[in-house]
C-alpha cells in the first residue's frame, strides 16, 4: 500500500485535464465474421457499438487479456472500438522494414490525425465528435500475434511467421486503443473532433 500512497514529502504530480482538436479522416466496419476492417464514410453508432461489426455487443467473451476470469467468461464489452493513428502506424511499418501498415489489416474502426502519441492517451479520455457522438477510451490496445500475421500477409512479407511475431514488438504502445460507445450517433469521415484528457497523477520519487 506504501506504493500506491506515498508519504506526504514525496508527493503526487498532478496533470490537469486538457482538450486537445483532431479529426478522423477515415472510418473502417469490420465484417460479423472477421476482426479486419473495410473503408466506409460513416459509422452508425449505437450503445452495442456498430452494428453488424465483429466487435459489436454489450458483452463479450473475455480471454487472454482477462486472466482473472475463466476464459470464455460474459463481461462487459469495452472493446467495442478500435482506434489508432497515421502517425503511429507509420512508425511500426518502418520497424517492421515495410512500405505501410494500413488500418483495415489490424481491425481498426477510426483513424485519428492530431493528437501526439495516441496510444498513451488514458482510460477514460472522452472524444467528442461534431456530430455528436461521443466515444470513451478504455485502455490502450496490445498488439498480438493475430493481428501481425494479418500484417505480414497483406504487406507480402516473406515470413508470415516472423512478421507475425515481430508485429507485437513494433508495436509496443503503438497499436493504438479499444473504446466504447457514451453517447450513440453517426460520425462521419473526415469529420471533426474534440479530445478531452482527463486529469491524471504521476507518482515522482
Not at 502519441?117 to 466515444?135: A, Q, R, Y
Request: net charge negative; proline share 7%; with cysteine.
Amino acid at each position: 500500500m506504501a506504493d500506491l500512497f506515498p508519504e506526504a514529502e514525496n508527493p503526487v504530480e498532478i496533470v490537469p485535464a486538457r482538450k486537445l482538436a483532431a479529426k478522423v479522416p477515415a472510418l473502417f466496419v469490420a465484417p460479423s465474421d472477421h476482426f479486419e476492417t473495410r473503408p466506409v464514410e460513416e459509422l452508425r453508432l449505437g450503445f452495442d457499438g456498430i452494428d453488424g461489426d465483429f466487435h459489436a455487443g454489450a458483452t463479450r467473451r473475455s480471454g487472454g487479456r482477462e486472466p482473472w476470469y475463466p476464459r470464455g467468461t460474459e463481461m462487459r464489452n469495452e472493446r467495442q472500438l478500435t482506434i489508432v493513428a497515421s502517425d503511429e502506424l507509420a512508425v511500426i511499418a518502418e520497424r517492421m522494414g515495410i512500405a505501410e501498415v494500413r488500418p483495415e489489416w489490424i481491425g481498426a474502426n477510426l483513424m485519428v490525425e492530431g493528437v501526439p502519441h495516441l496510444s498513451m492517451l488514458p482510460s477514460g479520455t472522452l472524444l467528442f465528435f461534431k456530430g455528436g457522438v461521443t466515444i470513451k477510451v478504455d485502455a490502450q490496445n496490445g498488439p498480438c500475434r493475430i493481428a501481425g500475421r494479418s500484417v505480414a500477409e497483406n504487406a507480402g512479407m516473406a515470413d508470415h511467421e516472423a512478421g507475425a511475431l515481430l508485429f507485437p514488438k513494433a508495436a509496443k504502445r503503438l497499436r493504438g486503443l479499444v473504446a466504447w460507445v457514451e453517447k450513440p450517433g453517426t460520425i462521419m469521415a473526415g469529420e471533426e473532433m474534440s479530445v478531452r484528457v482527463p486529469e491524471q497523477w504521476i507518482y515522482r520519487a
